[in-house]
Nanobody, 124 residues
Framework: QVQLVESGGGLVQAGGSLRLSCAAS????????MAWFRQAPGKEREFVST????????YYADSVKGRATISRDNAKNMVYLHMSSLKPEDTANYYC?????????????????WGQGTQVTVSS
């Protein structure tokens, strides 16, 4: 089992950037596929990005492709999401998620472990 705690959210102006962090505790972090999702008020949870266990394979939603970079540091049990050229429509609560297995996934139901989220607000 793994516990996840996100940080790094806040208020940022459109066009700015930020880095979200997710700290994982528990055993065998390096065996989990990690992902970021986001949820805006009144909307369903939306996939943002995922990364494989070794960090050499990533996948992004079209809405953030070219503006987001996911990475992980298995020695520190951390996963990151760097986002640039932020837009007001990026405003959401951002969640870190983990799943076992070898296959990247973009559906929320594929992930068994979730953090509490960190709020990102982008002002125009």
């Amino acid at each position: 089992q793994v516990q996840l705690v996100e940080s790094g959210g806040g208020l940022v102006q459109a066009g700015g950037s930020l880095r979200l962090s997710c700290a994982a505790s528990g055993r065998s972090f390096s065996s989990y596929i990690m992902a970021w999702f986001r949820q805006a008020p009144g909307k369903e949870r939306e996939f943002v990005s995922t990364i494989n266990t070794s960090g050499d394979s990533t996948y992004y939603a079209d809405s953030v492709k070219g503006r987001a970079t996911i990475s992980r540091d298995n020695a520190k049990n951390m996963v990151y999401l760097h986002m640039s050229s932020l837009k007001p429509e990026d405003t959401a609560n951002y969640y870190c998620a983990a799943k076992v297995g070898a296959t990247l996934a973009s559906t929320a139901r594929s992930y068994a472990y979730w953090g509490q989220g960190t709020q990102v607000t982008v002002s125009s």
